[in-house]
Each structure stands twice: as C-alpha cells, then as structure tokens.
C-alpha cells in the first residue's frame, strides 16, 4: 500500500542527505563546507563555530569551553553532544545536514549515530579531506594573521594537530568499516577539492555507491 499521509513515526522522506566532512584542522573543511551547503540546501553544524559565538557572546557555555578551545584541546563529549542534540532536532524537516569538525571521538561518532539511527536517518557518507602535515601548519599560520581566532598561534596549532592525531584519526577505521568513507585529496585548489567532493556525493545520489577515493 502507498503511503500518501507522509511520514511515520521516525522516518523522514525529505531528509535524505547526512554528509560528515572529515579532516585534520586546517584542511579546508568550513570554506568546501560553505560551498557543499550552497549546492545541496543542506543545513550546516559545525561544532566549531557554535563554540567560538557562544564564546562571543560570552554565554555561561563559552565561558566553559573556551579554557580548551585556548588550549588546542577538545571540548569534552558531553559538552558538544548536548549541543549538537539540540541543533539536529531544530532542522529535522531539512534535506539534510553537513557536519563540519564533528564527531571528533569515537564516542561522539557512536552517540551520532544513535542520534540520527533514532530518526531514521543514518550519515549517508563521510567525506575525508586529506592534506600534508606541513601544508596544514602553512595554512593555519597564514589564516592566524587574519582570523582574529585565538588557537591559530604556532603553539596552539601543533597541539591541535596533536590531538587531532590522537583522538580523532581513529573515526577513519570506524567509518571504514561501515563502507562510508570517500578520501578527497585536499592539496589541490578550493575549486578542484570541490569538484571531487560533488562527485562523491552526486555518485551517491544517484547509486547510494560511496567512492572510496576521488582524486
Ligand atoms: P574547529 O573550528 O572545528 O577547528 O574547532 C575549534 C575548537 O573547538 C577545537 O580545537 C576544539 O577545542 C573545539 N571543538 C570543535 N568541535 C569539537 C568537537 N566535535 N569535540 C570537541 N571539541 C570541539
């Protein structure tokens, strides 16, 4: 029988695309993020920039996270699922979401996909943006000049990088292993990386193939 009242409980027809955009810091993920957004009406989370406006604001939370953000260290799990709980449950009538330097534990990634299993609505794919160490630290120490962000200083940027190694590398295995990584050279120029992610996800829009690496 056709189902003409819409969706049950704990599915959603229009929400089709739920997107990970994956990589080290610096790697280019908020400006490719910026652009993915654009192309497919998707609703941007980036844990990231909710930290650094609660911080702006000078809320009781960004007074909390800024002690790590400063630091180069990550927010604790808790802190970050909370909020992004929140934001995910305002956008559930959306097509879809992008989320941009989040999860960055395994943790997080389990409590993502229970959040989203829970609507029925799994990451379709995780796009992994890679970039050389030393292009990464360039990178990061030319934005400084102008970002006016408080852990783009040298010493900042090699703890995160640190801790991007340690804690956060590991969710390549954990993504591998349910088939949902798409690797992206990210060397090249911002128009280059972004034509290789659109066609990672339009082969995945119109197969449900995830290409493993897109070069
Ligand atoms: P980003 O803009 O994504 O590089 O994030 C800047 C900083 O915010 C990070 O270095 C962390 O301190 C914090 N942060 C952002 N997202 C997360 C996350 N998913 N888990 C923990 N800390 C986070």
Redesign the pocket.
Known sequence: MTNISGPMPGENFLHMLNIVIFGP?GSG??TQSARIVKKYDLIHL????M??EEMKNDTPLGRE?RG??DK??????EV?LKEIDMHINRHLDKPGFIF??????IV?ARALDQMLEAEGLPISLVISVDVEEEELFKRMMGRGEDSGRS?DAEHIIRR?LE?YKEQTLPLISYYMEQGKIASINGMSPVDQVFDKITRAIDTYLESQTVLPVVD
């Open positions: 810091p993920k908020g980036s844990t990231g920039d930290m650094r996270v790590y953000i180069g260290l990550l927010v604790p799990d970050v941009d330097g989040f999860p960055r534990t997080q852990d995160r801790v």
